[in-house]
């Protein structure tokens, strides 16, 4: 049996949780491979919004396994109020979510660092969610960082120490304030937490439930557009959110890789800093914002708002080896008479269908086609035929361009809300 790979295909935010959701009954095993607190996966059912950052988005399935895996960096405190959000909820994760003894801790001082740096690169900022991400995978590079499995190991609070000092110089190069004994005594709460789950080696786990021809999707977060290696650098994550981190994030081999499924917007947002070729700086980007409720479940932060970039979805695509298309939000652009995707990019004066080495906006101007739209509600629909003829000719078009089929299309956030179009 092979694995099945879930990730995104733009800048993030693209509705995974949702589709995890929706999909977990196909599977036996969840496992999130890459990301950490930056993350959120929003789900949305019996009229509750539920936002997931660490956890696995199939853990509203009790009888599913959920795994953390080693990629995946942990803050303690994010990991704790979500379980015991989860438990107020009558759900008890102990019985079915696994963490990686091989994933890496965030610290109260990676935290501070992330802060401090950000703060310190005024208008140059990347646009960091402050989570402590960077400065974690920073350590974990650099062989100093601190793996959920050092908590039961003896001298790990020598360990916590001697890292947590090195933070503290290197906080002294910058002219930021803090107080680092706010956050610990919450932090090894957390700690104590994460000690009542079963700490494993995942890797095995995994491998074995293959073996065994158990059925086993990896979930990816943020968006392949965010990839520290082939994403809008340096406005990225830090790891790698390709189909390739699912290897690496979970100890997988490439040849156990099997269906790698593309999750895309009906159109583009982006949080934060960093180049958007089509982002509407408008009434219309307004429009989308509004209808979309485009705010950063991780943030809170409005999202950027833009149409459909092609060249962008097609180096995606390429990157990821995506063998099946999900569409989301598309119940957001009814109201639209008009809908522009970007087919192409100018850029110096030169037409180009590809994405060049840098993006940044003042040199790239998209190439538009305007696609006719449609008005009808769509988020009550739950059969493919019933779609506005106008709204196929749209999913038509991307299947079209990007030679990839859609499966699934999401109309609205609830579980039920999903049509598909060639059932998996």
């Known amino acids: 049996m092979k694995i099945d790979v879930l990730l995104g295909l733009q800048w993030g935010d693209e509705g995974k949780g949702k589709i995890v959701d929706v999909l977990t009954p196909h599977y036996d095993m969840i496992a999130r491979f890459q990301g950490g607190p930056n993350a959120g996966h929003s789900l949305e059912f019996n009229h509750i919004k539920h936002i997931l950052h660490t956890i696995p988005s199939g853990i509203f399935h009790e009888e599913k396994i959920n795994i953390i895996g080693n990629g995946v960096v942990i803050?303690?405190?994010?990991?704790?109020?979500?379980?015991?959000?989860?438990?107020?909820?009558?759900?008890?994760?102990?019985k079915n979510l696994y963490v990686s003894k091989k994933a890496h801790l965030i610290l109260p001082s990676h935290r501070i660092l992330?802060?401090?740096?950000?703060?310190?690169?005024?208008?140059?900022?990347?646009?960091?969610?402050l989570k402590g991400i960077g400065p974690t995978y920073m350590d974990k590079t650099g062989r100093n960082g601190i793996r959920v499995g050092d908590i039961v190991m003896p001298g790990?609070?020598?360990?916590y120490r001697f890292l947590t000092n090195k933070h503290r110089e290197i906080l002294g190069q910058y002219d930021y304030s803090y107080d680092i004994e706010e956050y610990e005594e919450e932090w090894f709460r957390g700690i104590e937490k994460l000690k009542s789950f079963r700490l494993i080696d995942s890797e095995h786990l995994i491998n074995n439930f293959m073996e065994r021809g158990k059925r086993v999707l990896a979930e990816g977060a943020q968006g392949t557009l965010l990839d520290i290696d082939f994403g809008s650098y340096p406005f990225v994550t830090s790891s790698n959110t390709i189909c390739a981190g699912a290897c690496t994030g979970l100890g997988i081999a490439p040849s156990r890789i099997g269906e790698v499924i593309g999750i895309v917007k009906a159109y583009c947002t982006r949080v934060g800093s960093g180049p958007f070729p089509t982002e509407l700086k408008d009434k219309t980007g307004d429009k989308l914002r509004k209808q979309g409720l485009e705010f950063g479940s991780t943030t809170g932060r409005p999202r950027r708002c833009g149409w459909l970039d092609l060249p962008a979805l097609k180096y995606?695509?390429?990157?990821?080896?995506v063998t099946q298309l999900i569409i989301t939000k598309a119940d957001v652009l009814s109201g639209f008479r008009e809908l522009k995707v970007c087919t192409a990019y100018k850029l110096k004066g030169k037409k180009i269908d590809y994405l060049p080495f840098d993006i940044a906006d003042e040199q790239i101007e998209p190439v538009y086609e305007t696609l006719t739209g449609w008005d009808e509600d769509i988020t009550k629909i739950h059969m493919y035929d019933k779609l506005p003829e106008n709204f196929k000719k749209y999913i038509g078009f991307i299947e079209k361009e990007t030679g990839v089929k859609v499966s699934i299309i999401s109309t609205g956030p609830g579980r039920e809300q999903a049509i598909f179009p060639f059932p998996l």
């Open 114 to 129: 992330d802060a401090a740096s950000e703060a310190a690169k005024g208008s140059t900022k990347i646009g960091s969610t």
């Open 75 to 94: 803050d303690p405190v994010v990991f704790m109020n979500e379980t015991e959000s989860l438990i107020r909820l009558g759900i008890d994760p102990v």
């Open 316 to 321: 995606s695509i390429m990157l990821n080896g």
């Open 156 to 159: 790990f609070s020598e360990k």
